[in-house]
């Protein structure tokens, strides 16, 4: 009797006609296949191997091929098909069902190739409440969690493995497999506008949830029921200049006036003891530093030095996106290499010792690099073993498919959206609470701003004025400097202090009723004259109406700290050392600060 192989009945091989060569066998181990494949590859298909760029969605998911209606981006079938490209970051919100028939589409695309390679689908995090396209997605369909600094605010491992293990389960349901987080930065620098990503400014306490999120996203060792974990940004971007952001040239400069750059690092050596399958270094580019004056992605002496030889990381190392070339949102991000050519950036990033490319989609660069003779073949092998060995790992060339019925049963449960509206809950941050106001009666008569009266009748009486109210509740976030362009204007920087005219009609109300204030904290705010004013101050890390008024009318605790402090004046701000954590002079609420509810049996 003929036994029939494995190979040849799984959902790949039934979908490619059944096995035909042995990297299709996973009875056979892994650096086998590995090396089996890697033996058929031509160099074309090798270097697209190296490029991970944005695969876009169009309206409710669709998959576009038609050129003429992409927005943005490029089609993931000329990228699949021409340019042997098989690793994309889903750009865009849409229905989990959605997203899984999108991921099928482009999985029958990449199988329909000569080799079949199936496709990587990576994304930003989609489980929060920052909606900006360079970094987040918003959790349309998805459980809705505070953002990660509400994860530090609450501080559990537990809490943060469980997260990330939600996280597992939902992007497993719908084809993603690298989870271009977490970020680990240190948010030290309190303008810098990707605060509300990181665990805050801590270096141990973001180790710790560094490692249970990339466990929780893993689990014990990489495989087939793993999302891989593509940390972020080495060896740390938290320090920036002036606290603006590198994606923008103005923001390029990555500074340690108080010599910190074992601190920053210190996370990251968490993250690989925790087995974190990925690195992506940011664009920062240090200066006055013994460092080469080049942005991380470009540098040698960091990605090959550092992160390979001295911690003897050999998974793969991502760039940020858009090293190489312009593009319609910007200058590359070629920070002190900007003299230099796309071919000549990617020799450079190259010989840092990066595996693939982000956001770019331009194999050929590659290839006439390997074709001059400017790199070895070998070179290029070198990355490519790490890519495809990912993929054997993680059980894509036998189960490349998801069940699109499913995802939607998957995603987004009843207990998964319970889960993260306790989070939202546990995460705020009580910082004042005048003679135990909080938390307050059922049916209080109450003046709103920032919430929706019909969420606020279902826990008191909604009156028309303060002056009507026992006690008023105003929502607000961090104040920050509207910019120009197609992406700055989603990057909240510079000013953190409300100014007059912003602070006029809260203290306004503050005189006329008891005020409970609540400000989203994406940045440490300058709140001085509203601390003062305020009968009750909760800090937010994004969180719903709901969930915070079930934390002020007692049917939650509040468990959040301060992840970072919140400073007295943009001039103390303005005198802080970008990379040391705490250096504020006389803050209004330090780091670490949180009340707690005195009423036993509240929460």
């Known amino acids: 009797m003929t036994r029939t192989s494995p190979a040849a009945v799984s959902p790949r091989n039934r979908f490619r006609g059944g096995a035909?060569?042995?990297?299709?066998?996973p009875s056979l181990p892994v650096p086998e296949r590995v090396e089996d494949l890697l033996g058929r590859m031509t160099l074309e298909e090798k270097a697209?191997?190296?490029f991970h760029s944005q695969g876009v969605m169009g309206p409710a998911g669709e998959f576009v091929e038609d050129a003429a209606r992409m927005q943005w981006g490029e089609l993931v079938r000329d990228m699949v098909e021409n340019r042997h490209m098989n690793h994309f970051n889903l750009v865009g919100a849409a229905e989990p069902e959605e997203i899984a028939a999108w991921h099928n589409k482009a999985q029958q695309v990449a199988l329909s190739t000569r080799l079949g390679i199936p496709v990587t689908l990576s994304s930003d995090p989609r489980h929060h409440f920052t909606e900006n396209w360079a970094m987040s997605a918003t959790a349309r369909g998805f459980a809705q969690f505070p953002e990660?600094?509400?994860?530090?605010a609450i501080g559990d491992e537990v809490t943060v493995r469980q997260f990330a293990e939600l996280v597992r389960r939902e992007y497993l349901a719908v084809g993603i497999r690298v989870a271009l987080h977490p970020q680990i930065d240190l948010a030290t620098e309190p303008r810098w506008s990707r605060t509300s990503?990181?665990?805050?400014?801590?270096?141990d306490l973001t180790g710790r949830l560094a490692a249970a999120y990339i466990k929780g996203l893993q689990g014990e060792a990489l495989g087939p029921h793993s999302v891989a974990a593509m940390t972020k940004h080495f060896p740390g971007g938290g320090p920036q200049k002036?606290?603006?952001d590198p994606h923008f040239p103005h923001g390029r400069e990555q500074v340690y006036p108080g010599g910190m750059f074992d601190l920053h690092l210190a996370p990251f050596l968490k993250a690989l003891e925790a087995g974190t399958s990925q690195m992506m270094p940011y664009y920062g580019m240090p200066v006055d530093t013994d460092m080469e004056a080049v942005g991380f992605g470009f540098n040698q002496g960091v990605i090959t030095g550092l992160l390979r030889e001295r911690l003897g990381f050999d998974g793969i190392v991502c760039t940020d996106w858009s090293l190489l070339n312009d593009t319609v949102y910007g200058a590359a991000r070629a920070w002190g290499v900007e003299q230099l050519t796309p071919s000549e950036r990617t020799l450079k990033v190259i010989e840092a010792g990066c595996d693939q490319f982000g956001g770019e989609s331009s194999p050929d660069l590659v290839v006439d690099l390997v074709r001059t003779g400017k790199v070895s073949e070998e070179r290029i092998d070198t990355s490519v073993r790490r890519l495809l060995r990912e993929k054997f790992v993680l059980g894509l060339f036998e189960n490349p498919f998801v069940d699109v019925d499913a995802a939607a049963s998957i995603v987004g449960t009843v207990g998964a959206a319970q889960a993260g509206r306790s989070a939202q809950s546990r995460s705020l941050t009580l910082l004042?609470?005048?003679?135990a106001m909080l938390p307050l009666a059922e049916g209080t008569r109450v003046y709103v701003e920032g919430v929706d009266p019909k969420t606020a009748a279902e826990y008191g009486t909604v009156v028309a004025a303060p002056e009507e109210a026992d006690v008023a509740i105003l929502r607000l976030r961090t104040p920050y400097d509207e910019r120009t362009g197609p992406l700055e204007r989603y990057f909240h920087a510079g000013r953190l202090a409300f100014d007059a005219d912003e602070l006029a009609p809260v203290l306004d109300v503050c005189a006329k009723a008891p005020t409970v204030?609540?400000?989203y904290l994406e940045r440490p705010a300058v709140i001085p004259e509203i601390a003062d004013a305020a009968a009750a101050l909760v800090g937010n890390y994004g969180a719903g109406d709901g969930p915070?008024?079930?934390?002020?009318?007692g049917r939650r605790a509040p468990e959040g700290r301060l992840p970072f402090q919140l400073p007295r004046s943009m001039a103390d701000v303005e005198r802080q050392r970008s990379d040391v954590p705490s250096d504020g002079t006389d803050p209004v609420f330090e780091y670490g600060h949180g009340l707690a509810y005195a009423t036993p049996g509240v929460g």
């Not at 004042?432 to 003679?435: G, H």
Request: net charge negative.
């Open 197 to 203: 990503g990181t665990f805050g400014e801590n270096a």
């Open 517 to 519: 204030v609540d400000i």
């Open 432 to 435: 004042k609470n005048t003679d």
């Open 242 to 244: 002036d606290g603006e």
């Open 148 to 152: 990660t600094t509400g994860l530090a």
């Open 548 to 553: 915070l008024l079930d934390v002020l009318f």
């Open 48 to 50: 697209g191997l190296m």
């Open 20 to 25: 035909t060569a042995p990297y299709e066998n």
